[in-house]
Structure formats: structure tokens, C-alpha cells
């Protein structure tokens, strides 16, 4: 049976009086890895915002674990979404040991899934490197063992063999039940890792699609959806 975790119905956001997301439909099930695939400004980042609770909807619903929320972030956070954004959400003038300790998780679950954290524990999080930080926002949110979790631009500013190594962590956590909401404007990594893709344009999914059959044809995603001609 799929457990639906995450659920946008005919979701629309935007920012003051302006619509970015028109009508949105999505779903994320238990152990999946969902990609949302577009180019600059098509409404990625509103759209996960507003799945978070940061971002007011303007008409639809989502729901978490099937129970529609209208509430903010922290208490979306309780019902079992985690957030993971291009910010690297860590209190840079604490030591990492602090930052997992402050976590809503364990934090020998967010080691077990980073080892690389065990000997910067003592470390200020502000003078970690970008992956190492970005290791410490994924361990914290993966710890506090989220149904969903949201993933904004992952690569951005980081080596490929770092984003490598985060996307195996979304994978792991992936096979233990999570749901996962990765935004990501490369579409090789995307479909690397993901089970599934929507294509957002303009504020709109124009199609969804295993992520297996996106991969045969990755030159016509591009030039059809991902340029911004
Ligand atoms: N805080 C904001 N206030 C007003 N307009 C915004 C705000 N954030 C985004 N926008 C606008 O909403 C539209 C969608 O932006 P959004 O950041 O959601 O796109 P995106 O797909 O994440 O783009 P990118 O790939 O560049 O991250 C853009 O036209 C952008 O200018
Ligand atoms: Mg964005």
C-alpha cells in the first residue's frame, strides 16, 4: 500500500498580490525521491516555501501525512516535515556539536548518516566548509526523523563529488520511509536519485514522469523546458 506523505492540491502562492504557482498538483509517497525540475523563476523555491508554511497559499490545500495544514513552519515541523534550503539553516557561531544538539533529533543519528561530523564537533559551524555545513543542515533535519522532507538547490556552490555524497544521504534516507521533495535546476543530478519528476514552467507542472524514461531523452527536457528562451 503507498503512504502518501506530502500532498499539494490545486495549490496557488505567490508573493504580495502576484501568483507565482498556478493550480499546483503534486504528491510525494513514503520512500521516494521526488524531483521538481525547472528553469530560473519558474516558482521552485515559492513552491517550497509554501508547501513549508513560510509562503502563505493563496486557494488549495496541502497536506501532510494526509492531514491538511494552514499552519507555519514549526508546526508543520512537528507534524513530521523537514526543510533543508539553499540558506544552510545552522547557527554559524555555535560549535557542531551544539547545532545536533539543538537539532529535534538525536544527534548520533545525524552522525551515523555523516561520519565526516564526528571529528568537526568541536567546530564553530561558521568556518565549516559549504559541503560540511550543508552535511550538518541534512544530518539535523534527517535526525528529527521527518515523513517529508524538503530539499531547495542542494548543489548550488558545492563540488560535484559533495553533492554526490548528499544525494547517497537522501537515498539512505530515502529506504528508511522518508519522502523527499528535491528541488534542483541540474537535471542529471536530479534524475540520478529521483524516482520521479515534475517539470514546473511559468508557475505551472507542465508534466510528470518516471524519472527512468526522463533520463533516455535529457537533450529534449532541455531544450523544451529548461531553457529560458
Ligand atoms: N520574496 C519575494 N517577493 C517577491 N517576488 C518574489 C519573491 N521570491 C520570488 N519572487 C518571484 O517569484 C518568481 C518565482 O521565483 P522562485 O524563486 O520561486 O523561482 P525558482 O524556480 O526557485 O527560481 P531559481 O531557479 O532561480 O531558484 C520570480 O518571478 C521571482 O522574482
Ligand atoms: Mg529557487
Redesign the pocket.
Known amino acids: 500500500m503507498t503512504n502518501t506523505v506530502l500532498t499539494a492540491d490545486r495549490l496557488c502562492a505567490?508573493?504580495?498580490g502576484?501568483r507565482?504557482v498556478h493550480d499546483l498538483d503534486l504528491h510525494v509517497d513514503s520512500g521516494e525521491i521526488v524531483a521538481l525540475i525547472?528553469?530560473?523563476?519558474?516558482?521552485?523555491?515559492?513552491?517550497l516555501m509554501t508547501l513549508a508554511g513560510v509562503v502563505a497559499s493563496q486557494s488549495g490545500s496541502v497536506a501532510i501525512g494526509g492531514v491538511v495544514m494552514t499552519s507555519p513552519l514549526h508546526i508543520r515541523a512537528r507534524r513530521g516535515l523537514a526543510v533543508v534550503t539553499q540558506e544552510r539553516s545552522v547557527f554559524m557561531g555555535l560549535s557542531v556539536r551544539d547545532n545536533l544538539r539543538l537539532g529535534s533529533g538525536p544527534p548520533e543519528d545525524a552522525l551515523e548518516l555523516f561520519p565526516e561530523l564526528e571529528a568537526l564537533q568541536g567546530r564553530k559551524a561558521g568556518v565549516l566548509s559549504g559541503g560540511e555545513q550543508q552535511m550538518l543542515t541534512m544530518g539535523r533535519a534527517l535526525a528529527s526523523k521527518p515523513k517529508v522532507l524538503l530539499v531547495?538547490?542542494l548543489s548550488i556552490g558545492l563540488a560535484p563529488q559533495v553533492v554526490s555524497r548528499l544525494l547517497d544521504a537522501l537515498t539512505v534516507a530515502a529506504s528508511t520511509g522518508v519522502g523527499i521533495l528535491l528541488?534542483e535546476?541540474k537535471l542529471d543530478q536530479a534524475l540520478a536519485v529521483s524516482n520521479r519528476a515534475y517539470l514546473?514552467r511559468r508557475?505551472h507542472i507542465e508534466f510528470e514522469a518516471p524519472s527512468a524514461d526522463l533520463r533516455t531523452r535529457t537533450e529534449d527536457v532541455h531544450r523544451m523546458y529548461l531553457s529560458n528562451s
Open positions: 505567490g508573493h504580495g502576484t507565482v525547472g528553469p530560473n523563476g519558474a516558482g521552485k523555491t515559492t513552491t531547495d538547490e528541488v535546476q514546473m508557475g
